[in-house]
Each structure stands twice: as structure tokens, then as C-alpha cells.
């Protein structure tokens, strides 16, 4: 039926990992067509070699692209392609314009008003009472008319390359017997993040008991990793290590296979979290968890009863003792205790772990 078809999604980077299931559910309706999928440039590591796709079109959106002549120019590049169908999965502005302008002869998904009236069928995002993986799975059913979902989880692949360059890392800074913990405690949102002194804490203790912890994120974390990693007895311990802002995506992927768990916000590295199958313990705050729960059921998500839980907020606007009580309120205690449950029942490197398939509902902890 369609012959080449164009996936956008724009948005950061867990929210390109839970666009996956999509290119996969394509590909096994559509074998014969030209697939494709628009991200944004700086991502480029999460899915250019994503296996389900023909192309991969990249927009550097805070950069060249970000200019009104240049964006226009992209446009018109999109429109040159001749999708005839466009699966709009990011309802902002920039991506509703992309869709509503690109030609295609049937446009769907999210979109912005004014853009909506240029799409064939715009549906409503349902991330707060449904996993965003299961609102995008609306769209093709309700919108494409794709009538079976092939569900494989999120999916990333990485090259050799990448893979080399994290095994390098990893064997340089642990001993071969040494079973690492990943901690990323940054988040896009302040009221994501758990108190590094809490993180700072789990450090001390694992450490005491001769895990290595690696604690990773991007650059804009540096400074949050190094007000935490002051907090620790252990910071002089070799077994700790940062490496915070010094791994491309890939390599923190690749990274992330070598290690036994990891402990994390709710953030975009969870996600990749998720698909490189490594078991997962994250504690909730401001985000829905029906939306964005990691997406695989070993994992376990540990979340507060507030009444003001899923606030959708950047910043907590309460003061005082109820300053972020979504997250002060999540002992290291409890979290440790799910910690070793993990490594309990896995407790050896993410790359072998057999993968379950279908299982993609992670253990909720409501205390």
C-alpha cells in the first residue's frame, strides 16, 4: 500500500528510544517499502543503524536547521522525497510544521493546531494514562491501519567500533572479575532527579562491598556527578570511577553491556537502559508512570503516593520539608533493598542476560 513512509520524532533522547517498537511494527506490515525516520542530529548514534529502517534523515535543530531560511530549506528537501506517508510522533511546533508541509499524500499523528489542519488524522498523545509506546501503537492501528503489532521491546544497535572503544574503557578502569553498577543521576527535569547525597550514599555502600560503580550521563551532569561523588566516603575508592560526559551515545551503550545493573533517574539513559537489557532501578517523581515506565519487566520502578504525583513540572513549586517530597520521601534503604533483589537474581553483565520477549511491564514499588 504505501511505498515509502517517513517516522519524526524530534524529541530528546528516551523519547527516541520509545519510537523504536514503531520502526518495527512498519517493517513487519510494510517489508517492501522505503522507510524512514527524521531525528534530531545529535542523536544520530540511537538509530542510525537501526535495522527496520532504509534512511535515516538528520535535522540539526539547535544548530543550522534552527535558522527560519534553513528550516524552510529543509522542508522543501523532506518534500523532494516524496513520502506518501508521514507518522508524526512529536507534537511540537517543529515537527507538526515538517509534517503538515512535507507533500505526502496522507500525513497522521500528533500535531499542533493550526499544523492539524494539513494532516489526514491527528490523534491525541495519551502518555498519561498509557505507555507512550502503546499511544504510538494507536496511531498505526487507528490512523495507518496496521492491524498486528510486532512488539520487540526498545531496540538499539551499536558497530563494532563503538563496542571496541566501551570494552577498551571498561577494561582499563576494571578488573576482569569486578562487577560494575551504573549510576546516572542526572535528569532533563529537576524534579526527576533523586538527592545526590542519597546516590552518594548507594556509592558508599556497594563499593564497601566491592562493586564498581560508574557513574555516567552527559556533560551538562558534570557538576551535579561531582557535588555527589564530594558526599562520599568512597571517593578516593578506585573502584569508582566517572565518566560522566566522556562517552559518545554508543560507547554508552556499549559501556552499559559490561555492567550488572543500573540505577538511574528517569532520564533518556534509562531507556537506552532498556534496550541494552541491562535490569534497571529507577526511582519516579514528576513523570506519569503509566507513560514512561522502563519498558522491560525486570526492572523495577520505586515511586511515592503524593497527592500531587505526576506533576508534570520542571521545578517542585512546594518549599520546605515538601520541597521535591516525591523524591526525599524514597529511602536509600528501600532502594538498596531492590538493588541487591537484582543483583540477587541476575548479577552478571547486561550482554548476558538472555532477553524475554514480550514481557515489557516493569515491577512498580508504591510506598
Known amino acids: 500500500m504505501y511505498k515509502k513512509i517517513l517516522v519524526i520524532n524530534l524529541m530528546h533522547l528516551g523519547d527516541l528510544m520509545l519510537v523504536t517498537p514503531v520502526l518495527r511494527t512498519l517493517r513487519k506490515n510494510f517489508p517492501a517499502a522505503h522507510i524512514a525516520l527524521l531525528a534530531d542530529k545529535k542523536l544520530a548514534d540511537l538509530v542510525k543503524l537501526n535495522r527496520h529502517i532504509d534512511e535515516c534523515i538528520l535535522i540539526d535543530k539547535k544548530g543550522v536547521d534552527d535558522k527560519i531560511f534553513n528550516f524552510a530549506k529543509f522542508i522543501f528537501k523532506i518534500r523532494a522525497k516524496n513520502f506518501d506517508l508521514v507518522i508524526n510522533l512529536h507534537r511540537n511546533e517543529r515537527a507538526s510544521a515538517i509534517a503538515a508541509f512535507s507533500g505526502a499524500k496522507k500525513i497522521v499523528g500528533y500535531s499542533k493546531p493550526f499544523f492539524s489542519l494539513f494532516f489526514t488524522k491527528v490523534l491525541p498523545n495519551l502518555k498519561a494514562v498509557k505507555h507512550q509506546i502503546h499511544s504510538h501503537f494507536d496511531v498505526l492501528r487507528e490512523a495507518v491501519g496496521v492491524e498486528e503489532i510486532d512488539d520487540g521491546g526498545l531496540e538499539m544497535w551499536i558497530d563494532d567500533a563503538a563496542k571496541t572503544s566501551a570494552e577498551k574503557i571498561f577494561q582499563k578502569n576494571f578488573s576482569a572479575d569486578t562487577k560494575v553498577i551504573a549510576f546516572n543521576i542526572g535528569a532533563s527535569w529537576l524534579t526527576k532527579r533523586w538527592l545526590d547525597e542519597y546516590f552518594a550514599e548507594c556509592a558508599d555502600n556497594l563499593i564497601g562491598r566491592g562493586y564498581g560503580v560508574a557513574f555516567l550521563g552527559g556533560t551538562m551532569d558534570r557538576e551535579i556527578v561531582a557535588a555527589c561523588v564530594e558526599k562520599m566516603r568512597e571517593k578516593n575508592n578506585p573502584l569508582l570511577k566517572i565518566f560522566t560526559g566522556d562517552l559518545s551515545l554508543a560507547e554508552l551503550a556499549g559501556f552499559l553491556d559490561k555492567c550488572v545493573l543500573f540505577l538511574t533517574t528517569d532520564s533518556g539513559p534509562m531507556h537506552v537502559g532498556v534496550a541494552r537489557n541491562i535490569p534497571i532501578v529507577t526511582m519516579f517523581g514528576a513523570s506519569p508512570v503509566p507513560g514512561f515506565y522502563p519498558y522491560d519487566a525486570k526492572d ?9 504525583h505526576p506533576c508534570g513540572k520542571h521545578i517542585c ?3 520546605g520539608a515538601e520541597n521535591l517530597a516525591c523524591m526525599k520521601k524514597i529511602p536509600v534503604a528501600v532502594v538498596m533493598k ?7 537474581s541476575y548479577g552478571q553483565p547486561a550482554e548476558k542476560i538472555p532477553r524475554v520477549g514480550g514481557q515489557y511491564k516493569c515491577r512498580v514499588i508504591e510506598l
Open 300 to 308: 523495577i520502578l520505586i515511586k511515592t503516593p503524593e497527592p500531587c
Open 338 to 344: 531492590y538493588v541487591d533483589e537484582l543483583l540477587a
Open 317 to 319: 513549586p512546594k518549599s
